[in-house]
C-alpha cells in the first residue's frame, strides 16, 4: 500500500511556473504509474499527464501539451509535475494518484488505487 502527499501549490500569475512534487511512501513506488489529477472549480476531476513505473512513457491531455512536464525519481520516490505557461484554467485541486498499469499509462481515474489529498493551485493576476 502507498502513501501519497503532494506539494508544491499556490497563487502564481498568468504565464508563471509552479512545480507540484508528489512524494510516496510504502511499499512498491517503482511498480506504480503515476497520474496526476485537477478538479477545477465546478468541474469533474480531469486527468493531467500521467507516467509509467520507469518513467520511460508519458501522456499528457491535449490542454497542457508542451507547457507541463512530468518526471519522476523512483531512488527519493518522488514524481514532479513541471507547470510553465501557467494560465487561469489551470487552477485548480492538483492530485497525484499511483495505479498498476502497463507501458503506455493512461491518466483515467478508475485505474488508479492509491490518491494524496490534494495541492491548490490558483492562477491569477
Known amino acids: 500500500q502507498l502513501q501519497l502527499v503532494e506539494s508544491g501549490g499556490g497563487l502564481v500569475q498568468p504565464g508563471g511556473s509552479l512545480r507540484l512534487s508528489c512524494a510516496a511512501s510504502?511499499?512498491?513506488?517503482?511498480?506504480?504509474?503515476i497520474g496526476w489529477f485537477r478538479r477545477a472549480p465546478g468541474k469533474e476531476r480531469e486527468g493531467v499527464s500521467c507516467?509509467?513505473?520507469?518513467?520511460?512513457?508519458?501522456n499528457y491531455t491535449d490542454s497542457v501539451k508542451g507547457r507541463f512536464t512530468i518526471s519522476r525519481d523512483n531512488a527519493k520516490n518522488t514524481v514532479y509535475l513541471q507547470m510553465n505557461s501557467l494560465k487561469p484554467e489551470d487552477t485548480g485541486v492538483y492530485y497525484c494518484a499511483a495505479g498498476y498499469q502497463g507501458i503506455q499509462p493512461m491518466c483515467v481515474m478508475h485505474l488508479y488505487d492509491y490518491w494524496g489529498q490534494g495541492t491548490q493551485v490558483a492562477v491569477s493576476s
Open positions: 507516467i509509467s513505473s520507469s518513467g520511460g512513457h508519458t
Open positions: 510504502g511499499f512498491g513506488f517503482n511498480y506504480y504509474a
